[in-house]
């Protein structure tokens, strides 16, 4: 996805009558040349995440999400809806992408796309309802999760669409899962003012990540998905998929 991303940057480059000041690196891959493409995209995490707004790039380190929803209703330990709002997602700017296949001149039916990151935080404002381990929550207040060593593997199904005679790609959410070495938790004031109660949860919750994680996991990777996949999309509709490469 980011890769897209960068790849319409150089687009914007070339037609740029200031392309001059813009560093050799940022020049087109061949098709379904993954090392080059992997290149661009860690360029754009390590040196580019404060975003490009004229490519409707937003900032990627921290991106910026407005909702993030997630419903689960049938866990076993886990049964709740966990609303997030405007939160931030620090890390990206740390992450390595690894494997980017899939971007063949005819795009193949999945572009699989996997990178790693040493520490994501999600940061912001939380809403929970729900039980969990057969205690019922109510509470909304700030919060905190961290993630260690995320991989994210994200296998986009594409589809070619046409826009003013043009074949543009779009990726759609297919296969997608990540896993982490550790998650912490801190949601604030999540039974109200009792802070003992709010306390008590939340060194239960940490105390029990790895069977939350699970009972959530799929809820999340949708989550991501939507997130990422929304971002790319936008872009791609700009930018015919021929532009992007050589
Ligand atoms: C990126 O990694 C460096 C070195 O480990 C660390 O100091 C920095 O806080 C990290 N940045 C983010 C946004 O995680
Ligand atoms: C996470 O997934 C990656 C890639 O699939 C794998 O190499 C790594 O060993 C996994 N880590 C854990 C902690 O399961």
Not at 90 to 114: C, H, M, W
Not at 222 to 245: M, Q, R, W
Request: include cysteine; glycine fraction near 6%; proline fraction near 3%.
């Amino acid at each position: 996805m980011f890769l897209i991303v960068l790849l319409c940057l150089i687009t914007y480059f070339q037609s740029n009558i200031n392309c001059a000041k813009f560093p050799n690196e940022l020049t087109k891959c061949n098709y379904g040349d993954s090392e080059c493409i992997l290149t661009k995209v860690n360029d754009i995490f390590q040196n580019k995440h404060k975003g490009f707004h004229g490519l409707l790039l937003p900032s990627l380190d921290p991106l910026h999400i407005r909702k993030l929803n997630l419903v689960q209703g049938s866990g076993q330990r886990v049964n709740i809806e966990l609303y997030f709002s405007e939160i931030d997602l620090i890390g990206l700017s740390n992450a390595t992408a690894y494997k980017a296949t899939g971007f063949d001149q005819v795009p193949l039916e999945f572009i699989d796309f996997r990178f790693m990151i040493p520490m994501l935080m999600i940061k912001g404002p939380y809403k929970v309802n729900g039980i969990i381990s057969f205690l019922p929550l109510n509470g909304r207040g700030e919060s905190e999760l961290v993630l260690d060593n995320v991989h994210f593997v994200m296998k986009f199904k594409t589809k070619m669409y046409d826009k003013n005679g043009n074949a543009h790609l779009k990726l759609e959410k297919s296969k997608m899962n990540f896993n982490t070495t550790r998650l912490r938790m801190n949601f604030v004031d999540l039974f109200g003012s009792n802070e003992q109660l709010g306390l008590n949860m939340n060194t239960f919750l940490n105390e029990n990540w790895k069977e939350i994680l699970e009972d959530l996991k799929m809820t999340i990777v949708d989550g991501f998905g939507e997130v990422f996949s929304t971002i790319i999309n936008h872009v791609l509709n700009n930018f015919a998929y021929k532009e992007l490469f050589n």
